[in-house]
Protein backbone atom coordinates (compact mmCIF):
# COMPACT_ATOMS: atom_id res chain seq x y z
CA UNK A 1 0.00 0.00 0.00
CA UNK A 2 1.28 3.48 -0.90
CA UNK A 3 2.79 5.49 2.09
CA UNK A 4 0.92 8.28 2.98
CA UNK A 5 2.28 11.61 4.87
CA UNK A 6 -0.05 14.11 6.46
CA UNK A 7 0.33 17.07 8.87
CA UNK A 8 0.82 15.96 12.53
CA UNK A 9 -1.81 18.67 14.10
CA UNK A 10 -3.80 22.07 12.59
CA UNK A 11 -5.42 23.96 14.59
CA UNK A 12 -8.60 25.72 13.66
CA UNK A 13 -11.40 28.09 14.78
CA UNK A 14 -15.12 27.13 14.85
CA UNK A 15 -16.68 28.77 11.75
CA UNK A 16 -14.02 28.23 9.43
CA UNK A 17 -13.01 26.56 6.46
CA UNK A 18 -10.07 23.56 7.34
CA UNK A 19 -7.85 21.48 4.26
CA UNK A 20 -6.16 18.61 5.28
CA UNK A 21 -3.44 17.59 2.41
CA UNK A 22 -2.03 14.39 2.34
CA UNK A 23 1.05 13.14 0.11
CA UNK A 24 0.87 9.70 -1.64
CA UNK A 25 4.00 10.18 -3.96
CA UNK A 26 3.92 6.38 -4.80
CA UNK A 27 -0.18 5.99 -5.20
CA UNK A 28 -0.55 3.36 -7.93
CA UNK A 29 -2.98 3.29 -11.03
CA UNK A 30 -5.67 1.20 -8.92
CA UNK A 31 -5.24 2.77 -5.90
CA UNK A 32 -7.85 5.14 -4.43
CA UNK A 33 -7.64 7.39 -1.71
CA UNK A 34 -9.90 7.05 1.89
CA UNK A 35 -10.49 9.75 5.14
CA UNK A 36 -11.63 8.32 8.28
CA UNK A 37 -12.32 10.73 11.38
CA UNK A 38 -11.80 9.24 15.14
CA UNK A 39 -12.87 10.88 18.33
CA UNK A 40 -11.03 9.52 21.49
CA UNK A 41 -11.88 6.43 22.87
CA UNK A 42 -13.90 5.91 19.82
CA UNK A 43 -13.10 3.81 16.28
CA UNK A 44 -12.50 5.31 13.36
CA UNK A 45 -15.45 6.61 11.19
CA UNK A 46 -15.71 6.45 7.41
CA UNK A 47 -15.63 10.34 5.79
CA UNK A 48 -15.06 10.06 2.24
CA UNK A 49 -13.19 8.29 -0.58
CA UNK A 50 -12.53 9.19 -4.08
CA UNK A 51 -10.40 7.87 -6.98
CA UNK A 52 -9.41 11.45 -9.40
CA UNK A 53 -10.39 15.02 -9.60
CA UNK A 54 -13.11 16.38 -6.78
CA UNK A 55 -15.86 14.18 -4.44
CA UNK A 56 -18.29 15.88 -1.89
CA UNK A 57 -20.67 14.63 0.56
CA UNK A 58 -22.68 16.09 3.41
CA UNK A 59 -20.12 16.35 5.63
CA UNK A 60 -16.84 17.20 3.14
CA UNK A 61 -15.09 17.32 0.07
CA UNK A 62 -12.09 15.41 -1.72
CA UNK A 63 -9.78 17.52 -3.75
CA UNK A 64 -7.64 15.38 -6.06
CA UNK A 65 -5.45 16.55 -8.41
CA UNK A 66 -4.10 15.43 -11.99
CA UNK A 67 -1.08 13.23 -10.94
CA UNK A 68 -2.87 12.35 -7.68
CA UNK A 69 -0.03 12.72 -5.74
CA UNK A 70 -1.36 14.19 -3.04
CA UNK A 71 -5.25 14.72 -2.21
CA UNK A 72 -6.64 17.33 0.38
CA UNK A 73 -9.74 16.57 2.63
CA UNK A 74 -11.42 20.20 3.29
CA UNK A 75 -13.91 20.61 5.85
CA UNK A 76 -16.42 23.38 5.65
CA UNK A 77 -17.25 25.62 8.50
CA UNK A 78 -16.13 23.31 10.80
CA UNK A 79 -17.79 23.54 14.77
CA UNK A 80 -15.77 22.26 18.19
CA UNK A 81 -17.02 18.35 16.95
CA UNK A 82 -15.19 18.21 14.31
CA UNK A 83 -12.30 18.46 17.06
CA UNK A 84 -10.61 14.60 15.93
CA UNK A 85 -7.61 12.69 14.12
CA UNK A 86 -7.95 12.42 10.15
CA UNK A 87 -6.59 9.28 8.70
CA UNK A 88 -5.68 9.79 4.97
CA UNK A 89 -5.40 6.13 3.84
CA UNK A 90 -4.72 4.58 0.43
CA UNK A 91 -5.25 1.65 -1.27
CA UNK A 92 -6.52 -1.03 -4.10
CA UNK A 93 -10.40 -0.84 -3.28
CA UNK A 94 -11.61 -4.33 -3.49
CA UNK A 95 -12.87 -7.52 -1.69
CA UNK A 96 -11.71 -7.40 2.07
CA UNK A 97 -9.56 -4.40 2.84
CA UNK A 98 -6.54 -4.39 5.03
CA UNK A 99 -6.27 -0.85 5.76
CA UNK A 100 -2.71 0.65 6.72
CA UNK A 101 -3.61 3.43 9.07
CA UNK A 102 -0.77 6.29 9.70
CA UNK A 103 -0.52 8.53 12.22
CA UNK A 104 -3.00 10.86 10.92
CA UNK A 105 -3.41 14.98 11.34
CA UNK A 106 -4.79 16.12 14.63
CA UNK A 107 -7.10 19.17 14.64
CA UNK A 108 -8.04 21.40 17.30
CA UNK A 109 -11.38 23.58 16.95
CA UNK A 110 -11.25 26.35 18.99
CA UNK A 111 -14.12 28.75 19.90
CA UNK B 1 -23.83 3.25 16.81
CA UNK B 2 -21.57 2.26 14.03
CA UNK B 3 -23.69 -1.21 14.04
CA UNK B 4 -20.67 -2.98 16.00
CA UNK B 5 -20.58 -3.76 19.67
CA UNK B 6 -17.20 -4.26 21.62
CA UNK B 7 -17.24 -5.74 25.25
CA UNK B 8 -16.10 -4.79 27.69
CA UNK B 9 -15.00 -1.02 27.09
CA UNK B 10 -12.49 -1.16 29.67
CA UNK B 11 -10.17 -4.08 30.79
CA UNK B 12 -8.04 -4.42 33.90
CA UNK B 13 -5.71 -7.72 34.40
CA UNK B 14 -2.33 -9.32 35.85
CA UNK B 15 -0.04 -10.69 33.21
CA UNK B 16 -0.82 -14.22 34.42
CA UNK B 17 -4.65 -14.02 33.58
CA UNK B 18 -6.74 -14.87 30.94
CA UNK B 19 -9.56 -12.64 29.54
CA UNK B 20 -11.48 -12.49 25.94
CA UNK B 21 -12.71 -9.57 23.67
CA UNK B 22 -15.84 -9.67 22.29
CA UNK B 23 -16.79 -8.35 19.25
CA UNK B 24 -20.79 -8.35 17.38
CA UNK B 25 -21.46 -6.73 14.30
CA UNK B 26 -25.37 -6.48 13.19
CA UNK B 27 -24.63 -5.03 10.06
CA UNK B 28 -24.34 -8.30 7.74
CA UNK B 29 -21.08 -8.43 6.96
CA UNK B 30 -18.53 -11.16 6.12
CA UNK B 31 -15.29 -9.71 7.14
CA UNK B 32 -14.46 -8.85 10.79
CA UNK B 33 -11.00 -7.31 11.66
CA UNK B 34 -8.99 -6.59 14.79
CA UNK B 35 -6.83 -3.79 15.12
CA UNK B 36 -4.35 -3.00 18.26
CA UNK B 37 -4.21 1.29 19.05
CA UNK B 38 -1.25 2.11 21.26
CA UNK B 39 -1.05 5.41 22.31
CA UNK B 40 1.17 7.43 19.93
CA UNK B 41 1.60 4.90 17.46
CA UNK B 42 -0.82 4.53 14.07
CA UNK B 43 -3.40 1.36 14.14
CA UNK B 44 -2.04 -1.58 13.59
CA UNK B 45 -4.20 -4.92 12.00
CA UNK B 46 -3.70 -7.65 13.85
CA UNK B 47 -6.10 -10.62 12.15
CA UNK B 48 -8.76 -10.18 9.31
CA UNK B 49 -11.59 -13.38 9.25
CA UNK B 50 -13.06 -13.61 5.93
CA UNK B 51 -16.49 -15.62 5.93
CA UNK B 52 -15.19 -16.94 9.68
CA UNK B 53 -11.81 -18.15 8.18
CA UNK B 54 -8.77 -16.58 9.38
CA UNK B 55 -6.93 -15.12 5.97
CA UNK B 56 -4.63 -12.19 7.31
CA UNK B 57 -2.33 -12.86 10.79
CA UNK B 58 0.65 -9.99 11.06
CA UNK B 59 3.25 -11.82 13.34
CA UNK B 60 0.54 -11.43 16.13
CA UNK B 61 2.15 -12.82 19.33
CA UNK B 62 0.50 -16.16 20.43
CA UNK B 63 -0.26 -15.19 23.58
CA UNK B 64 -3.27 -13.26 21.20
CA UNK B 65 -5.74 -15.83 20.13
CA UNK B 66 -8.82 -14.84 17.77
CA UNK B 67 -11.66 -16.83 17.34
CA UNK B 68 -14.81 -16.37 14.56
CA UNK B 69 -17.27 -18.49 15.24
CA UNK B 70 -19.83 -16.92 12.80
CA UNK B 71 -19.96 -14.18 10.92
CA UNK B 72 -21.32 -12.02 13.42
CA UNK B 73 -19.42 -12.41 16.16
CA UNK B 74 -15.05 -12.46 16.38
CA UNK B 75 -13.28 -12.91 19.58
CA UNK B 76 -9.69 -12.28 21.18
CA UNK B 77 -8.87 -14.40 23.97
CA UNK B 78 -5.96 -13.22 26.00
CA UNK B 79 -3.23 -14.85 28.12
CA UNK B 80 -0.28 -14.25 29.28
CA UNK B 81 -0.13 -10.87 28.15
CA UNK B 82 2.94 -8.06 28.85
CA UNK B 83 2.56 -4.46 30.00
CA UNK B 84 3.35 -3.23 26.78
CA UNK B 85 0.06 -4.86 25.54
CA UNK B 86 -1.55 -2.18 26.98
CA UNK B 87 -3.74 -0.45 24.06
CA UNK B 88 -7.03 0.57 22.85
CA UNK B 89 -8.43 -2.87 20.82
CA UNK B 90 -10.75 -2.29 17.75
CA UNK B 91 -12.74 -4.43 15.95
CA UNK B 92 -14.07 -3.88 12.66
CA UNK B 93 -16.58 -5.45 10.25
CA UNK B 94 -16.88 -4.75 6.55
CA UNK B 95 -18.47 -6.66 2.91
CA UNK B 96 -16.22 -6.98 -0.09
CA UNK B 97 -15.47 -3.71 -2.39
CA UNK B 98 -16.75 -4.66 -5.75
CA UNK B 99 -17.86 -2.25 -8.87
CA UNK B 100 -20.65 -1.58 -7.56
CA UNK B 101 -19.25 1.24 -4.90
CA UNK B 102 -17.19 1.46 -2.11
CA UNK B 103 -17.92 -0.29 1.19
CA UNK B 104 -15.76 0.99 4.08
CA UNK B 105 -14.95 -0.55 7.20
CA UNK B 106 -17.03 -0.13 10.55
CA UNK B 107 -15.73 0.27 13.88
CA UNK B 108 -16.43 -0.67 16.95
CA UNK B 109 -15.54 1.97 19.99
CA UNK B 110 -12.96 -0.78 21.27
CA UNK B 111 -11.66 -2.11 24.81
CA UNK B 112 -9.83 -0.72 26.69
CA UNK B 113 -7.24 -2.75 27.79
CA UNK B 114 -4.55 -1.77 30.70
CA UNK B 115 -2.36 -4.53 31.79
CA UNK B 116 -1.16 -4.61 35.63
Known amino acids: LAKTTQPISMDSYEGQEVNITCSHNNIATNDYITWYQQFPSQGPRFIIQ???TKVTNEVASLFIPADRKSSTLSLPRVSLSDTAVYYC????????????FGTGTRLLVSP | ETGVTQTPRHLVMGMTNKKSLKCEQHLGHNAMYWYKQSAKKPLELMFV???????ENNSVPSRFSPECPNSSHLFLHLHTLQPEDSALYLC???????????????FGDGTRLSIL
Open chain 2, 49 to 55: YNFKEQT
Open chain 1, 50 to 52: GYK
Open chain 2, 92 to 106: ASSQPTTGRGYQPQH
Open chain 1, 89 to 100: LVGYVTGFQKLV
